[in-house]
């Protein structure tokens, strides 16, 4: 079909900023003069539709948005929460720019920050003093399926020096193994990286007593399961207690942080099942601990608890659940590609902390390792993961994956005596892993499973490296 030269005029003008108006532009068939000039214009039109959609771009080095995870003091009764964190790394670059700034859309000229501070280090970040409240999911995603592809939250990060040359956003990744599917469907499970939430569902209090949205020992995150998802995580470190005191079977599983009950888990699975239904994503779901009430005083596990459990997960995920006799290849191995499980469309890996249990039920997959350092001492913690990652993953292993579990654990004294809190200690922490990701860890890491993970740019950097690690087999 012939392309009017008024049409294409016309979209060219309103995609550069211009109007035009129809009444001097008549229709003609296009000349050779006519079609060379409209096909000019298409260029135009498909390098400003591109243009449009970067959301990332630099010629040397990277900067990115974060969320800072403590509240800020700002005087009595007065806290600063979610402050947006800007953070940058110039280290390959021969020069590195002199200024970075926060900005509400995509940077291009810095009249336009928000605000504006001088980068004096070749790597290192900036706490602001503006909030990133709370917004909706972009492109659709705030309650159900939107648009494939990465979307931009509002903060966006510039750097530069009289020119913006580098610049990032805060973004989600909901279909990002989808969107690099050519690329990393080759790959085995056990090479992937992937970004994952260490007490998962321990997001904001759901009990008749409490709907706490912080707390200092007991909170790990600060998003719910549906936004995880929709950010780029892909593991969830589940903690499930059994409360036989609920008249309904379905309503006494929750998800515990040790033995403070946090939320139900059956909605949490619906959201999960959602999830999977609407994309062609795989998760990774680990019940990794309970905490109360499936096992007996001396230990034995109570196997109607179990069962239960069980029965509930293939209710609401049975048809996504990826039999693990079916797919898993043995200790030693790296387990199946992600071509195979797309293929089949079985794309929830369970796996279970109990080996009693999994012997009886074949579907179940056995023990993810968890690369656990229990020390409330940042240093110790990456001492210990460089070591672990390192050695990782240990041929005799029954899993194909391992999870880094990258954050300090509290003694019972730091809680007794209100000392720190799970936000500081991110705080601490988080930069540091994405540093550590992005150097030491980059070749082994499998699943790194942090706390407040929008502190971190793991999700981003996971994809990054698992579409690497593809193009080097």
Same mark, same amino acid.
């Given at each position: 079909?012939?392309?009017?030269w008024?049409?294409v005029?016309?979209l060219?003008?309103?995609?550069?900023?211009?109007?035009?108006?129809?009444?001097?532009?008549p229709?003609?068939?296009?000349?050779?003069e006519?079609?060379?000039?409209?096909?000019?214009?298409?260029?135009?039109?498909?390098?400003v539709?591109?243009?449009?959609?970067?959301?990332?771009?630099?010629?040397?080095?990277?900067?990115?948005?974060?969320?800072?995870?403590?509240?800020?003091?700002?005087?009595?009764?007065?806290?600063?929460? /979610?402050?947006?964190? !800007?953070?940058? +790394?110039f &280290?390959?670059?021969?020069?590195?720019?002199?200024? $970075?700034?926060? #900005? %509400?859309?995509?940077?291009?000229?810095w009249?336009?920050?928000?605000?504006?501070?001088?980068?004096?280090?070749?790597?290192?970040?900036?706490?602001?003093?503006?909030?990133?409240?709370?917004?909706?999911?972009?492109?659709?995603?705030?309650?159900?399926?939107?648009?494939?592809?990465?979307h931009?939250?509002?903060?966006?990060?510039?750097?530069?020096?009289q020119?913006?040359?580098?610049?990032?956003?805060?973004?989600?990744q909901?279909?990002?193994?989808?969107?690099?599917?050519?690329?990393?469907?080759?790959?085995r499970?056990?090479?992937?990286?992937?970004?994952?939430?260490?007490?998962?569902g321990?997001?904001?209090?759901?009990?008749?007593?409490?709907?706490?949205?912080? /707390?200092?020992?007991? !909170?790990?995150q +600060?998003r &719910?399961?549906?936004a995880?998802?929709?950010?780029? $995580?892909?593991? #969830? %470190?589940f903690?499930?207690?059994?409360?036989?005191?609920?008249?309904?079977?379905?309503?006494?599983?929750?998800?515990n942080?040790?033995?403070?009950?946090?939320?139900?888990?059956?909605?949490?699975?619906?959201?999960i099942?959602?999830?999977?239904?609407?994309?062609?994503?795989?998760?990774?779901?680990?019940?990794?601990?309970?905490?109360?009430?499936?096992?007996?005083?001396?230990?034995?596990?109570?196997?109607?608890?179990?069962?239960?459990?069980?029965?509930?997960?293939?209710?609401?995920?049975?048809?996504?659940?990826?039999?693990?006799t079916?797919?898993?290849?043995?200790?030693g191995?790296r387990?199946?590609t992600?071509?195979?499980?797309?293929?089949?469309?079985?794309?929830?890996?369970?796996?279970?902390?109990?080996?009693?249990?999994?012997?009886?039920?074949?579907?179940?997959?056995?023990?993810?390792?968890?690369?656990?350092?229990?020390t409330?001492?940042?240093?110790?913690?990456?001492?210990?993961?460089?070591?672990?990652?390192?050695?990782?993953?240990?041929?005799?292993?029954?899993?194909?994956?391992?999870?880094?579990?990258?954050?300090?654990?509290?003694?019972?004294?730091?809680i007794?005596?209100?000392?720190?809190s799970?936000?500081?200690?991110?705080?601490?922490?988080?930069?540091?892993?994405?540093?550590?990701?992005?150097?030491?860890?980059?070749?082994?890491?499998?699943?790194?499973?942090?706390?407040?993970?929008?502190a971190?740019?793991?999700?981003?950097?996971?994809?990054?490296?698992?579409v690497?690690?593809s193009?080097?087999?």
């Open positions: 079909m012939a392309v009017s008024v049409s005029a016309f060219a003008a309103t995609a550069l900023g211009a109007s035009i108006g129809l009444s001097f532009l229709y003609r068939t296009p000349s050779l006519t079609t060379i000039k409209s096909n000019r214009i298409m260029r135009i039109l498909k390098r539709s591109a243009e449009k959609l970067i959301i990332e771009k630099s010629i040397c080095g990277k900067v990115w948005a974060t969320v800072h995870s403590p509240a800020i003091r700002l005087g009595v009764g007065r806290n600063l929460l /979610d402050a947006i964190e !800007l953070n940058w +790394d &280290s390959s670059c021969a020069n590195f720019p002199n200024q $970075i700034g926060l #900005f %509400d859309s995509r940077p291009t000229s009249d336009n920050a928000l605000a504006v501070f001088p980068i004096e280090t070749i790597y290192g970040h900036i706490v602001t003093n503006i909030s990133l409240g709370e917004p909706d999911l972009p492109a659709g995603w705030q309650s159900g399926g939107g648009l494939r592809g990465p931009c939250l509002w903060p966006w990060v510039g750097a530069g020096d020119y913006i040359t580098t610049f990032n956003c805060l973004k989600i909901p279909t990002w193994m989808e969107d690099y599917g050519d690329k990393i469907n080759k790959l499970i056990g090479e992937l990286a992937i970004a994952g939430t260490h007490n998962a321990a997001w904001r209090f759901e009990t008749e007593i409490s709907t706490v949205s912080r /707390d200092s020992f007991v !909170l790990c +600060d &719910s399961i549906w995880q998802l929709v950010y780029g $995580i892909r593991y #969830f %470190d903690r499930i207690a059994y409360y036989d005191f609920y008249p309904r079977l379905e309503d006494r599983y929750w998800l942080h040790n033995l403070i009950r946090v939320r139900p888990l059956l909605p949490l699975l619906r959201e099942k959602a999830f999977l239904d609407l994309t062609k994503e795989v998760v990774f779901l680990d019940a990794h601990h309970f905490p109360v009430g499936f096992y007996d005083p001396n230990g034995a596990p109570i196997r109607s608890v179990h069962a239960g459990l069980l029965e509930l997960m293939h209710r609401e995920l049975g048809p996504h659940i990826a039999t693990a079916q797919y898993h290849t043995g200790a191995t387990g199946p992600l071509q195979t499980l797309i293929d089949n469309d079985k794309r929830l890996i369970f796996s279970y902390v109990d080996n009693t249990i999994v012997a009886e039920n074949n579907w179940l997959w056995p023990i993810l390792p968890h690369l656990w350092a229990n409330n001492s940042p240093t110790e913690l990456l001492k210990y993961l460089d070591r672990a990652i390192g050695t990782s993953p240990q041929p005799s292993a029954r899993s194909p994956m391992f999870s880094a579990m990258a954050q300090t654990t509290p003694t019972v004294l730091d007794l005596f209100l000392r720190g799970l936000r500081e200690n991110a705080d601490a922490v988080n930069r540091n892993i994405t540093h550590r990701l992005a150097t030491l860890w980059r070749h082994q890491a499998n699943i790194v499973s942090t706390d407040f993970f929008l971190n740019d793991v999700v981003d950097l996971s994809i990054q490296i698992s690497e690690r193009n080097k087999l």
